[in-house]
Structures are given as C-alpha cells and as structure tokens.
C-alpha cells in the first residue's frame, strides 16, 4: 500500500512539473510566437466584426428576457413587501 501511494505520488509531482516547465517555456521562451498567434486570432475577430454591420449580428433575446423577467419580479416583490405590514 504504501509503495502504491509512493508512485502515485510522484506521478502526480512529475505531471507538475511538466505542467509548470512547459507554462514557464510558453511564457518566457515561445513569447513572440503566442503574442502573433493571438494578434492573429484578434485580427480575425475585427474584421469579421467590420464585415457584418451591428443590424446583421445575433442578438441576444434569453438576456434581454431574463432582465425584464427580473425587473418583473422584483417589482412584484416591492408591492407586496410595502403593502404588507410587519
């Protein structure tokens, strides 16, 4: 029992330092590299936001909804908190 725990144990320390070695060589070694992956990916977005005008985007109808249904509530909850006495 105790040699099983002892491997699982540095299986897990050793999958953290992989974890860690290889967020350390993104962070400071491979620095260019993301920094162009990600500008490309926002450049993407910008220019599929410049092609479709606003009017022509989804909308988003659930959130729109979900706050009248909220202003609802909470004004029925208002009246009947005021006109009920304590």
């Given amino acids: 029992m105790k040699k099983a725990l002892k491997v699982i144990g540095y299986a897990l320390a050793g999958l ?6 290889a967020a ?3 962070r400071f070694v491979f620095k260019e590299q993301m920094i162009a992956y990600v500008s490309k990916i926002e450049e993407k977005e ?3 936001l410049l ?3 606003r009017h022509t985007l989804p909308t988003r109808y659930a959130t729109v909804s979900f706050i009248g249904k909220t202003r609802f ?3 029925r909850y208002m009246r009947i908190s005021v006109s009920t006495p304590y």
Wanted: proline content about 6%; cysteine-free; overall charge positive.
């Fill in 16 to 21: 953290i330092l992989i974890v860690v070695l």
């Fill in 24 to 26: 350390l060589l993104i």
């Fill in 46 to 48: 910008r220019i599929d």
């Fill in 51 to 53: 092609r479709y005008p």
């Fill in 73 to 75: 509530r909470h004004k």
